[in-house]
């Protein structure tokens, strides 16, 4: 079956760097996704990967490795504003978005 | 504004009352979805569709139907509502031509509670 690991909830500090990991087992790939969710609110797009490597934007960043089939998003200088929830999704050979359950993110001051 | 928009944006429904979740999109895109969201379940895929006149089945179809008439609008049906439909619906656009033009684009949402 297809799936898609990521840690359920992650605490950091304003100011701090914060690492969310994605790992995915799926049947092909066409990219990875990054979303970001306030609560109550829609997910909006932050990121697409489709080569290795590190994209950055930004204070966010996002690396892939499809040989490990794994990605990380990397937030810089955290704000209060940051604390939401962080959802991976991966784009397999019939170009269906595969949704992990996404990161909760809590910043503390 | 270009965007998603859903209506309504919360509902409480009798079980067994039939219910349309209304969504319209103005960005041209094919392809359209609609996903419930519940607590630590993330989003799942209810249906789809990749362009006007066709729809397909997602991972959580059952008691749910869809139409696409149009390309802007794609209305989501509960023929009879049961309680374990109690979810946060989220109706999303991609322009649908693969990569990352497959980027979805999510509407506001709509709470929708079945008593």
């Known amino acids: 079956g297809q799936n898609i690991d990521q840690p359920t909830e992650m605490t950091a500090t304003e100011g701090a760097i914060v690492q969310i990991n994605c790992t995915y087992q799926t049947s092909g790939f066409n990219g990875l996704f990054w979303y970001q969710q306030h609560a109550g609110e829609a997910p909006t797009f932050l990121s697409y990967n489709v080569l290795d490597g590190l994209e950055e934007k930004g204070r966010f960043s996002s690396f892939l490795s499809r040989s490990k089939g794994y990605s990380y998003l990397l937030l810089k200088e955290l704000q209060m504003k940051d604390s939401a929830s962080y959802l991976c999704a991966v784009l397999d050979s019939n170009y269906q978005l595969i949704w992990g359950a996404g990161t909760k993110l809590i910043i503390k001051p | 504004i270009a965007g998603i928009t859903q209506a309504p944006t919360s509902q409480i429904l009798a079980a067994g009352r039939r219910m349309t979740l209304r969504c319209t999109q103005d960005?041209?895109?094919?392809?359209m979805y609609w996903y419930r969201q519940d607590l630590g379940l993330g989003l799942r895929l209810i249906h789809y569709?990749?362009?006007?006149?066709?729809?397909g089945k997602g991972e959580v179809p059952d008691g749910y139907s869809v139409s696409r008439a149009n390309t802007d609008d794609f209305p989501l049906t509960l023929a009879s509502a049961v309680p374990s439909q109690t979810s946060v619906y989220f109706c999303?656009?991609?322009?649908?031509?693969?990569?990352?033009?497959?980027?979805?684009?999510f509407g506001p949402g709509t709470r929708l509670t079945v008593l």
């Open positions: 999303a656009s991609s322009e649908g031509a693969g990569a990352i033009t497959d980027t979805q684009y």
């Open positions: 569709s990749n362009t006007a006149g066709t729809t």
């Open positions: 960005m041209r895109h094919n392809a």
